[in-house]
């Protein structure tokens, strides 16, 4: 069982910088992503960041270029730099871990964090 707690989430200017951060707890693996999804009021939630143990990222086009995804293994912790925020990336941002043990796979969220951008 993994459980994670998302932070960093507030109000910010368009143009403007925010980093969250998750940590997870609980039996985690030694295969494992993590990342980061959001969702916008009216909007399903849609696929932002994730990054592998190795160092291995992803991210979404409407993000690519001004968001960071970065961890620390040590920590079980996984971050996320948004800078040049705009209005569009005001959503509930969740922290997800895949894992992988022999044939299984888990999936797990934390509680989300908002981020509002607006002037």
């Known amino acids: 069982q993994v459980q994670l707690a998302e932070s960093g989430g507030g109000l910010v200017q368009p143009g403007g910088s925010l980093r969250l951060s998750c940590a997870a707890s609980?039996?985690?693996?030694?295969?494992?992503?993590m990342g980061w999804y959001r969702q916008a009021p009216g909007k399903q939630r849609e696929f932002v960041a994730e990054i592998s143990r190795g160092g291995g990222a992803m991210y979404a086009d409407s993000v690519k270029g001004r968001f960071t995804i970065s961890r620390d293994n040590a920590k079980n912790t996984v971050y996320l730099q948004m800078n040049s925020l705009k209005s569009e990336d005001t959503a509930v941002y969740y922290c997800n871990m895949y894992q992988l043990a022999s044939a299984l796979t888990y999936h797990y969220w934390g509680q989300g964090t908002q981020v509002t951008v607006s002037s």
């Open positions: 609980g039996t985690i693996f030694s295969i494992n992503i």
